[in-house]
């Protein structure tokens, strides 16, 4: 069993739907908890961050964080057709290591 | 300012030869990671430098594998004798060090051994 379990995808939706992508773990010890975009043939990019447990909300993105059921979700509100890209999650324990998900696809049709 | 940069951005190469993929940081970054990402895998973490420390090569997949990084700046990743399983897409991140750092990541070299 890997460490930190995504759905692969893909996912399509229509434009101004609410998206969930969601991810669950199972080492306790992870505190950081991050979501990264990456656009096709691009680097990933950092869309938010979350310590311990807790909700954090940028915009039209909110990030969840539920320590007891070890699972985090983002969720995209007013989906965009530029949101369509790859969504990893990845966490730590507060060192460089960071664990990442395998990704979830996402296809926002106009 | 400039962010991580990566060369080439794509490299064919046969099975068995030798590949360097180079990685520029952000300047005053001291911490540089390589991962590979191959389908449906996710990113693996393969070193970590930080400084003049030791780098931590835990994540390198075999002894084919090395890299260095000169003068606490540019890395480069070599992979010997490589073999079909090594293609994948090779990204290089740099950050700050602290308790909570974030990883700014390079576009990434894909690596195809045919």
Known sequence: QKEVEQDPGPLSVPEGAIVSLNCTYSNSAFQYFMWYRQYSRKGPELLMYTYSSGNKEDGRFTAQVDKSSKYISLFIRDSQPSDSATYLCAMSGGTYKYIFGTGTRLKVLA | GAGVSQSPSNKV??????????????????????????????????????????????????????????????????????????????????SLVGPYNEQFFGPGTRLTVL
């Open chain 2, 13 to 94: 190469t046969e099975k068995g030869k030798d590949v360097e993929l180079r990685c520029d940081p952000i300047s005053g970054h001291t911490a540089l990671y390589w991962y590979r990402q191959s389908l449906g895998q996710g990113l693996e973490f393969l070193i970590y430098f930080q400084g003049n420390s030791a780098p931590d090569k835990s994540g390198l997949p075999s002894d084919r594998f090395s890299a260095e990084r000169t003068g606490g700046s540019v890395s480069t990743l070599t992979i010997q004798r490589t073999q079909q399983e090594d293609s994948a897409v090779y990204l290089c991140a740099s």
